[in-house]
């Protein structure tokens, strides 16, 4: 999610590769000894201020200044602003190369993704970024393909990067193949890997979703749901489904056939007219948000009334499904909460955390709006003709 950070053409391996500075300070740079560069107090300015620069305007020692920049408790407050002040007049900016010298931390992490601009993988990397400690650089690898060698070329990369850790971006069965085959020391976390998959992961519970979504229309009074589903590469897709059958079946209603598309709302518009040319169809799970629009364009050119004749739920809630017509009930995915997770797991992780705790699974919520209503009795094509 939704917003993202677009990623830059890389020079190898075919990915392409953005870095997110979203690092506000970091520290630990050697200070030179007192005679080694002219500073403010000897009455000459240094072509860049050092931290040698901001202790002695500060009237305070160089490892003050360092607890300031890492923000180290047992510092006053008065302390605190005074080298804060210092750290503005003199325009100070800690040396990230010094500090990687000291402390053997680049503060850098890697995230690796499937290259796609539909909503869901692309909120996934808006909240990882937004998700990562302020002192931490991100770098994005979009993969235009997520098989064995590609994924081990992006991270080979990150390693000559020295990266601290790396979160993948894993939505496709492919992915998880090319995960659990891979050999490497580093801290790794998956995210949108299924919730079978045997990796450090965290995951948005999509069968649960999809679940609640069907009993809804069940609820509503309609006999059966029929299901647009994603295609069944995508293990969004396979849980959505799952979740949707196993509602059918569990309820005793007829499981339908199956209508799949590739998550766009061409794909929807077009299967969309194989399903309003149904009568018996009254209700359908759309398996995302922009498969339903172009569902709800074919059932108007075919005269099926939303919610009247057709109700229909869509799975993500883009920001603009509030505004379609009418407004689109809806099951909503946290991203945030799916990027906080990640980035405290791949954060333990790096800290050489003894005990692994697996992440339970993110529950999604169903958004009630206008799509969806009470069964009629007849659709319309079935309706008779009054004289």
């Known amino acids: 999610?939704?917003?993202?950070?677009?990623?830059?053409?890389?020079?190898?391996?075919?990915?392409?590769?953005?870095?997110?500075?979203?690092?506000?300070?970091?520290?630990?740079?050697?200070?030179?000894?007192?005679?080694?560069?002219?500073?403010?107090?000897?009455?000459?300015?240094?072509?860049?201020?050092?931290?040698?620069?901001?202790?002695?305007?500060?009237?305070?020692?160089?490892?003050?200044v360092s607890r300031v920049l890492n923000d180290h408790p047992h510092v006053s407050a008065k302390t605190r602003a005074d080298v804060l002040a210092a750290i503005r007049d003199l325009g100070y900016r800690p040396n990230a190369a010094a500090r990687t010298l000291v402390t053997g931390r680049t503060n850098a992490l890697g995230v690796i993704s499937v290259d796609s601009t539909l909503y869901g993988p692309s909120s996934m990397l808006y909240g990882l970024e937004r998700a990562a400690p302020p002192n931490y650089f991100v770098a994005i690898a979009r993969?235009?393909?997520?098989?064995?060698?590609?994924?081990?070329?992006?991270?080979?990369?990150?390693?000559g990067q020295a990266v601290e850790g790396i979160i993948v971006v894993a939505p496709q069965s492919s992915a998880i193949e090319a995960l659990i085959s891979l050999k490497s020391d580093i801290p790794l976390v998956a995210i949108k890997c299924g919730t079978g998959a045997p990796l450090p992961s965290v995951v948005?519970?999509?069968?649960?979703?999809?679940?609640?979504?069907?009993?809804?229309?069940?609820?509503?009074?309609?006999?059966?749901?029929?299901?647009?589903?994603?295609?069944?590469?995508?293990?969004?897709?396979?849980?959505?489904m799952n979740g949707w059958r196993h509602t059918l079946i569990e309820a005793g209603a007829r499981v339908p056939d199956l209508v799949s598309g590739d998550w766009s709302a061409r794909s929807g518009y077009e299967m969309g007219h194989r399903l309003a040319a149904m009568p018996e169809v009254t209700a359908v799970l759309a398996a995302n948000d922009q498969m339903a629009l172009g569902l709800l364009r074919a059932l108007a050119e075919r005269g099926r009334d939303v919610p009247g004749d057709v109700s229909v739920v869509g799975f993500d809630d883009i920001p603009e499904a509030?505004?379609?017509?009418?407004?689109?009930?809806?099951?909503?995915?946290?991203?945030?909460?799916?990027?906080?997770?990640?980035?405290?797991?791949?954060?333990?992780?790096?800290?050489?955390?003894?005990?692994?705790?697996?992440?339970?699974?993110?529950?999604?919520?169903?958004?009630?709006?206008?799509?969806?209503?009470?069964?009629?009795?007849?659709?319309?094509?079935?309706?008779?003709?009054?004289?």
């Open 143 to 159: 993969l235009d393909t997520f098989d064995r060698r590609s994924l081990h070329q992006a991270v080979e990369r990150f390693l």
């Open 204 to 240: 948005i519970d999509n069968q649960a979703g999809a679940a609640r979504a069907t009993q809804y229309l069940l609820d509503l009074g309609h006999e059966t749901v029929h299901h647009l589903a994603g295609p069944l590469t995508w293990l969004d897709a396979q849980e959505r």
């Open 322 to 387: 509030a505004f379609f017509p009418p407004p689109l009930t809806t099951v909503r995915q946290d991203f945030g909460e799916l990027g906080t997770r990640a980035m405290h797991m791949l954060m333990d992780r790096i800290s050489g955390a003894d005990e692994f705790v697996p992440s339970l699974p993110i529950m999604p919520d169903l958004v009630v709006r206008a799509s969806a209503a009470r069964r009629r009795r007849l659709p319309r094509a079935l309706r008779p003709v009054r004289p």
């Open 1 to 64: 999610m939704a917003p993202t950070a677009d990623g830059q053409p890389a020079q190898a391996y075919g990915e392409r590769v953005s870095v997110s500075q979203s690092a506000k300070s970091s520290d630990g740079q050697h200070d030179p000894a007192p005679n080694s560069h002219p500073t403010r107090a000897s009455g000459a300015q240094s072509a860049r201020p050092l931290m040698v620069d901001v202790a002695r305007l500060a009237g305070v020692s160089h490892q003050t």
